[in-house]
């Protein structure tokens, strides 16, 4: 079973930028696509980024295209997150998950088995 570590989140200014990282157990990380979610106060689980297996395809949710890429090093066993152009609204708690053996553009957090524990990110307006 995999375990998932976020790390990287901090507070921003509006505007600025942030680079997230979940890193995952010792495990065959390439068997994993992984995904970016994350949930505001009062407010549900959003999807934001999925990314394939070999890294070789990725989805974005439209609030997020264009300003957040997501990548992955499978021999670090680690998926990435840069946000760029942050928005006060980018506030929330951010959580990678992974989907073993996923395939597909999946962005139903109930679709993923395995969570990290979460990253706070806080942009400043």
């Known amino acids: 079973q995999v375990q998932l570590v976020e790390s990287g989140g901090e507070l921003v200014q509006a505007g600025g930028s942030l680079r997230l990282s979940c890193k995952a157990s010792?495990?065959?990380?390439?068997?994993?696509?992984m995904a970016w979610f994350r949930q505001a106060p009062g407010k549900e689980r959003e999807f934001l980024a999925r990314i394939g297996r070999s890294g070789g395809s990725t989805y974005y949710a439209d609030s997020v295209k264009g300003r957040f890429t997501l990548s992955r090093d499978n021999a670090k066993n680690t998926v990435y997150l840069q946000m760029n152009s942050l928005k006060a609204e980018d506030t929330a708690v951010y959580y990678c998950a992974g989907d073993r053996w996923g395939i597909g553009q999946r962005m139903g957090w109930s679709q993923y088995n395995y969570w990290g524990q979460g990253t706070q990110v806080t942009v400043s307006p």
């Open positions: 010792a495990v065959t990380f390439s068997n994993y696509a």
